[in-house]
């Protein structure tokens, strides 16, 4: 469970984060929804322990990522929006790195290395160097790194963007088979169509602000029915 | 264990970098040339009594040929410099006439030797000119009012030091140039290309991603140092050293000793340029204050001469400038000793390598 308390950030002048309280429970895919500047990605960097909360904290099953940042990080799996590969190293080469920091080694990092590229379906592409890759083939290479250490906790950062088709179906059955294995998912995204097959809980937020949370039924209904695009549009502010 | 990690995959990483292997590897395989090549053009130029031979064109002239080998140069058929004489050349000196003399020769490598021909032959026409002067009666110092003699002051041991200078600050530079590129990718690059935020998010102290970012960039800044002073060592063997003066020490020894010397100080220079790549907002800033930092020995070492360089004490590149020419040119320089500088050396790297992780946990270093 990822969950984050009276969480406030400024950067200089600007309130990035005011007050924002969310839970992320077990087995359940949570989706950050709100537009550019909302508060997202600073909400996500406090969850990575990339920055410190002015006011407030965040824990990753009851580790305070602050104060127990290696138990905290040891439970955690983030992809980064834009991956951050090493042109120079190959697939299998990502995954093995990425293992031995999360502490595995020998036998267990051999057989995890293995699971992540077979989950992802890069065996065939194992030993080619990520400057070669596509552009969905990086996202999965990101995504075996990211789940490799098996975590409980899985944050993402818009993981469909810019995503084929192919892509986005492995993406999206993966999540739904690690849900069903009792991980804590968190995601940000902007493709409705997805927030809406995968999301079981939704948070939107706007100026750094929780403006409204629930399912994506409950979601739509408060924003005044239609489609979850509307909704959104109408609680964010942005359509009457 | 996460260092090592770490540290490990950079350097594989290092080795596939073709960039930064030609960065490092250029002035290991170029710097040394480099300074052969000058050695030996300085020692063409100034071999200090030594001439090349001469020869007459076609007609041969005793007189001349006396006066020519009494001042010291030598005459050989196979000679690329000739002097060109009219036959009747004794006959119209003779008549008191004046014969026009032509010296042919290759002025930009043979200077030295075609300037002394000339000199040579000038002091003959004055002396021949005075003499015939006197015996119309009048007085040579006349006609010759002043006695010019042109002493060089720029003394062979001068020449000698400057050059042995040189070398030294060649191989106190490897340590800074070697490992330019491959500092800067693995910070700045590294921010850039955005593969910094996933690793930072990965249950590893600050420390341990700094310390093995920074091994993976000493052990190429020790191979590369090692590797530029050792075949430096074996190229000069083949440097006209010698023959300007310097006794240079090239055997695999001296060329472990300068290595051992440097290591301390190729680890506090790697330390310093993962800091100034850290605190670069991208690869290329940080290349180019890396670059700059590079010339640092060669301006400390022209800065740094005779009692200065003998008061560099325990400052790091100071120390190396000064204790280099032991194993080098076996100069008893009195220096600090290497333990207590590699003691130093090492507590300022460890400080740098701190200062690098508290940079890293900090929130600046994700802005861009």
């Not at chain 1, 699971?115 to 996202?139: E, Y």
């Amino acid at each position: 469970m990822i969950s984050g308390e009276g969480l406030r950030k400024r950067f200089g002048a600007v309130t990035a984060v005011d007050g924002f309280s969310f839970a992320s429970q077990d087995g359940a895919i949570t989706t950050l929804l709100g537009g550019n500047g909302s508060g997202k990605t600073t909400t996500l960097r406090m969850i990575g322990g990339l920055i410190k909360p002015d006011h407030g904290h965040v824990a990753i099953d009851g580790a305070d990522v602050a104060r127990s940042r290696v138990k905290a990080l040891s439970r955690l799996g983030m992809l980064h929006d834009e991956f951050g590969l090493y042109p120079r190293l190959t697939v299998v080469e990502h995954v093995r790195f990425a293992g031995q920091l999360y502490g595995l080694s020998g036998r267990r990092l051999s057989g995890a290395v293995e699971n992540a590229i077979d989950a992802l379906g890069l065996a065939d592409i194992r030993n080619r160097f990520a400057a070669g890759l596509s552009h969905g083939q990086r996202m999965k290479t990101a995504l075996a790194r990211t789940i490799v250490h098996g975590p409980r906790n899985l944050v993402l950062d818009e993981p469909t963007r810019g995503l084929d088709v192919f892509s986005v179906r492995v993406l999206r059955e993966l999540l739904k088979r690690l849900r069903a294995d009792g991980v804590c998912i968190l995601m940000s995204s902007h493709a409705m169509a997805e927030v809406m097959e995968l999301s079981d809980r939704l948070i939107v937020i706007d100026a750094g602000r929780l403006v409204a949370e629930g399912t994506p039924g409950e979601i739509i209904a408060r924003g005044g029915g239609g489609d979850l695009e509307a909704a959104f549009l109408k609680l964010t502010g942005f359509a009457a | 264990m996460n260092a090592l990690t770490i540290f490990l995959k950079e350097f594989v990483d290092l080795l596939r970098d073709r960039r930064a292997l030609f960065s490092g590897l250029a002035y290991v395989a170029f710097g040394p040339v480099a300074v052969l090549l000058t050695v030996n053009m300085l020692a063409a130029q100034t071999s200090e009594g030594k001439y090349a031979p001469i020869k007459f064109c076609d007609a041969e002239s005793a007189l001349l040929a006396g006066q020519l080998t009494a001042a010291g140069l030598s005459f050989d058929p196979k000679a690329s410099i000739c002097v060109n004489v009219p036959a009747d050349l004794e006959a119209r000196l003779a008549e008191g006439k004046s014969v026009r003399v032509h010296v042919r020769g290759d002025l930009t490598a043979l200077s030295s030797t075609i300037r002394k021909v000339e000199s040579t032959l000038a002091q003959f026409s004055s002396t021949l000119g005075g003499q015939r002067l006197l015996a119309r009666g009048v007085s040579m110092s006349l006609t010759s009012p002043l006695s010019i003699d042109t002493q060089t002051t720029n003394s062979f041991s001068r020449q000698a030091d400057v050059i042995a200078r040189v070398l030294i600050i060649l191989f106190v530079m490897a340590p800074f140039f070697v490992a330019v590129a491959a500092a800067a990718d693995m910070t700045a690059g590294e921010r850039e290309r955005r593969s910094l935020e996933p690793l930072l998010v990965h249950p590893v102290g600050a420390f341990s991603i700094v310390v093995g970012k920074w091994l993976a960039a000493a052990l190429l800044g020790v191979l590369g140092t090692a590797a530029c002073v050792i075949g430096g060592l074996v190229l000069l063997q083949y440097s006209a050293l010698a023959e300007l003066g310097i006794r240079l020490e090239t055997g695999l020894e001296a060329g472990l000793m300068v290595t051992l010397y440097l290591v301390p100080l190729t680890l506090l220079v790697t330390a310093l340029q993962i800091a100034v790549g850290l605190w670069s907002k991208n690869f290329k800033d940080a290349q180019s204050y890396l670059m700059l930092m590079s010339f640092a020995p060669a301006v400390l070492g022209f800065v740094m001469t005779g009692e200065r360089l003998a008061q560099a004490g325990l400052w790091p590149l100071g120390w190396e400038l000064a204790a280099l020419s032991g194993p080098l040119l076996k100069s008893t320089t009195p220096t600090a000793p290497f333990a207590t500088v590699a003691a130093l050396e090492l507590a300022l790297t460890f400080t740098v390598l701190a200062v690098c992780a508290f940079r890293l946990r900090s929130e600046a270093i994700l802005s861009r």
